[in-house]
């Protein structure tokens, strides 16, 4: 089985500052990776997700993130936010070669950007 | 295009009533999942369907959850009887490809 912890419930950042979202995760098989963003009344929105290539993969909006296998991680980071970056964030993950489709997510983690 | 569409947005019943909350996935989306996500914990898993057939029921809680899909199109999780702990927001999604799961905004219920 897969599991995906969020160590950071909440992340209080000033505008234009870097910000780094943590996700790690567990599992005996090779894994697909998502970030999925909520922002305030709106559904979830797949923000990027790694499935395989290079490793380092982004956004639109200037998010990135670095799948890392040997620290079974996959942290999210921007280098310089805005206000409007201000959502909850969650990291998940599926396991193709198990044939369940399904999205292990983790506790999710509030980003609030102030001014 | 149209994405993911649940109904109702809210729902608050009391605990023993009947709920039926409906989801309408993209047009041409053969897969369709439900995730609940009880307050403050993660979202989870409920079941997967790929057209009408169940392809993965494993994330249910209890024979108190009834989902079907009819004619491989639009979706319903019914709930009956409520209970206390089956308040959360109940998330719907559809992909017509792995890794592309595309969410609806979510019904948010709650059992007084």
């Known amino acids: 089985a897969q599991s995906v912890t969020q160590l950071d419930s909440q992340v209080p950042v000033f505008e234009e500052a870097p910000v780094e979202l943590r996700c790690n995760y567990s599992s005996s098989v090779s894994v697909y990776l998502f970030w999925y963003v909520q922002y305030p009344n709106q559904g979830l929105q797949l923000l990027l997700k790694?499935?395989?290539?290079?490793?380092l993969v982004e956004s639109i909006n200037g998010f990135e993130a670095e799948f890392n296998k040997s620290q079974t991680s996959f942290h999210l980071r921007k280098p310089s936010v805005h206000i409007s970056d201000t959502a909850e964030y969650f990291c998940?993950?599926?396991?193709?070669?198990?044939?369940?489709?399904?999205?292990?997510f983790g506790t999710g983690t509030r980003l609030l950007v102030s001014p | 295009e149209a994405g993911v569409t649940q109904f109702p947005s809210h729902s608050v019943i009391e605990k023993g009533q009947t709920v039926t909350l409906r989801c309408d996935p993209i047009s041409g989306h053969d897969n369709l999942y439900w995730y609940r996500r009880v307050m403050g914990k993660e979202i989870k898993f409920l079941l997967h369907?790929?057209?009408?057939?169940?392809?993965?029921e494993s994330g249910m809680p209890n024979n108190r959850f009834l989902a079907e899909r009819t004619g491989g199109t639009y979706s319903t999780l019914k709930v009956q009887p409520a209970e206390l702990e089956d308040s959360g927001v109940y998330f719907c999604?559809?992909?017509?490809?792995?890794?592309?799961?595309?969410f609806g905004p979510g019904t948010r219920l709650t059992v007084l």
């Open positions: 998940a993950v599926s396991a193709p070669n198990t044939g369940f489709q399904k999205l292990v």
């Open positions: 790694y499935l395989s290539g290079s490793t």
């Open positions: 369907f790929v057209k009408e057939s169940k392809q993965d």
């Open positions: 999604a559809s992909s017509q490809d792995w890794g592309e799961e595309f």
